[in-house]
């Protein structure tokens, strides 16, 4: 059984940092790309970051590019998001996914999804 299980997430005044873990498990994901999305109560969900698993070739929504950074361990099976200078309208559940095709992007073609962790940015 396949399960994404994320931590790290709280509360941070802005300008501050959050670093987001997206522990894997229960299959190979060499052919997966990870994506951390977000969603605010009420709006659509919105892809952050992604990563090949394989590769390690990275991706960044426009609005966090400069700020956030995706990484992997492949021996920890691990994803990780970190954010720095953060801004109140980073204020989100932040959830990690993986794909197995080239749709990353889309929130109805994942594949597996993490149970999601607040991030909360005060001004």
Do not use: H
Not at 3 to 13: F, K, W
């Amino acid at each position: 059984q396949v399960q994404l299980v994320e931590s790290g997430g709280g509360s941070v005044q802005a300008g501050g940092s959050l670093r987001l873990s997206c522990a894997a498990s229960g299959r190979t994901f060499s052919s997966a790309t990870m994506t951390w999305f977000r969603q605010v109560l009420g709006k659509e969900r919105e892809w952050v970051a992604a990563i090949t698993w394989t590769g390690g070739t990275t991706y960044y929504a426009d609005s966090v590019k400069g700020r956030f950074t995706i990484s992997r361990d492949k021996a920890k099976n691990t994803v990780y998001l970190q954010m720095n200078s953060l801004k109140p309208e980073d204020t989100a559940v932040y959830s990690c996914a993986a794909t197995y095709d080239r749709f990353w992007d889309d929130p109805s073609r994942v594949d597996y999804w993490g149970q999601g962790t607040q991030v909360t940015v005060s001004s």
